[in-house]
């Protein structure tokens, strides 16, 4: 496999984790006890930290990225295992 297709395929698992990651760990202002802001929305978050979020999807990243290199070039999981509907044949 190429570098470019690796990094293609880690941005690709980086921006999956961090919309996946986004809600962990967030407070609203009524949770954390905090006052709202006049013209608030009730459900903006009170503790949103974006570089811990970033950080954590780029741990997660990197190992699903390398797992599915793994994969790739061990052939732990082929076209023909997860083929559901049984219409591909042995290759």
Known sequence: ???TS???IYALFWVMCAFLL???GVKTHDEAG??????????APANFR???VAFRATLLAACLTALFVA???Q??????????LG???PS
């Open 1 to 3: 496999m190429q570098i």
């Open 6 to 8: 690796i990094i293609a």
């Open 22 to 24: 986004l809600p962990f």
């Open 34 to 43: 905090i006052a709202k802001v006049p013209g608030q929305a009730d459900s």
């Open 50 to 52: 974006p570089g811990r």
């Open 71 to 73: 994969n790739y070039s």
């Open 75 to 84: 052939q732990w999981i082929t076209v023909e295992d997860v083929d559901l």
């Open 87 to 89: 219409q591909m044949g």
